[in-house]
């Protein structure tokens, strides 16, 4: 299956089709131009029937994105695929998919209601506040009837999950413009999130295949913890149809080691003209090849493979 039929397959599984539901309009390439004027304060999204939503990311949303990032369709993709998860923006309810965060609310508002509301306003970060799924509704809902905008900017929404407090970046002026925006369709979030990689230059990052400093930048200094960059190569090289990047060798290996990285050492020593089964066990005569193309190499002779012979050995 090459990489377009993917592609159309992942957009249009789960999709349902709403005659009567109204088209989305397309949001103009983003960023920088931030136009909405300060909106009075709009009830938050409430639940609506899931068949009634037609609020699914399309084909087009993607061709657009792509445009806009002076980037392929495949790499756009890898990053929904990495970022969400397979989870799309919404709820089956028809609400955008949102995570309450109460450390950055206690922080907005001056910790003013860490005492009184403990579960949606606290410090520091606490994994056992969160109620997941729809259950962080009713957290955003009684954080924004103590303090509207300081709620909205400490939610992050929609299919990247980019924080309400991040609105400019994402190319809006004001937060409910922005939560008005990504409470519309996943095309908007998709917007949003192409304005957030352009304004923070993620995009170059990402043309360039930068996957690490595209990682560290979007994801923060952990994410080699979390294989972030791992994650975004591998998504990438199936959505454009290529075949899987190959992890490079970060462990130390010596004999008694067997596996699929130890295949790898033997296939490589192979090619340089050494003479050995290729069976992935670590062996006297794999660590005597080691030995010798570390000495043609004028490396340590310790039948040891570490980072530098690994890389001598193109790994």
Not at 34 to 50: C, G, K, N
Not at 246 to 265: C, N, S
């Amino acid at each position: 299956m090459n990489g377009w039929s993917r592609l159309y397959g992942w957009l249009t599984s789960g999709w349902s089709v709403a005659p009567a539901a109204p088209a989305v309009a397309a949001a103009p390439a983003p960023p920088h131009h931030l136009v909405e004027a300060p909106v009075v304060a709009p009830p938050l999204p409430t639940p609506v029937p899931a068949e009634a939503r037609g609020k699914k990311l399309r084909p087009d949303d993607m061709l657009r994105a792509a445009a806009a990032l002076g980037d392929s369709v495949a790499a756009v993709q890898a990053v929904l695929t990495v970022e969400t998860g397979g989870a799309g923006g919404f709820l089956l309810d028809g609400r955008p998919r949102i995570l309450f965060e109460a450390h950055l609310f206690s922080r907005a508002t001056g910790r003013r209601f860490d005492a009184s509301h403990p579960r949606i306003s606290a410090q520091p970060w606490d994994r056992r506040l969160y109620a997941g799924g729809a259950g962080e509704w009713p957290r955003l809902d009684a954080a924004a009837a103590l303090a509207r905008p300081q709620a909205l900017c400490s939610a992050s929404w929609g299919l990247a999950q980019i924080l309400g407090s991040n609105h400019r970046a994402a190319g809006h002026a004001t937060v409910e413009g922005y939560v008005a925006a990504v409470s519309e369709s996943e095309g908007r979030q998709l917007d949003a999130l192409v304005a957030f990689l352009r304004a923070e230059g993620l995009d170059r990052l990402l043309r360039a295949r930068d996957w690490a400093g595209f990682a560290r930048r979007y994801n923060g200094p952990g994410y080699a913890a979390n294989a972030y960059d791992q994650k975004l190569a591998a998504a990438y090289a199936d959505a454009a149809g290529e075949p899987p990047p190959v992890r490079p060798i970060a462990t130390m290996l010596r004999i008694g080691h067997r596996g699929e990285a130890v295949l790898r050492v033997q296939r490589a020593l192979g090619w340089a003209g050494f003479m050995l089964t290729q069976d992935g066990v670590f062996g006297r005569v794999t660590e005597i090849a080691v030995q010798q193309f570390q000495e043609r190499m004028r490396l340590a002779p310790d039948g040891v493979v570490g980072p530098a012979t690994a890389r001598a050995l193109g790994l």
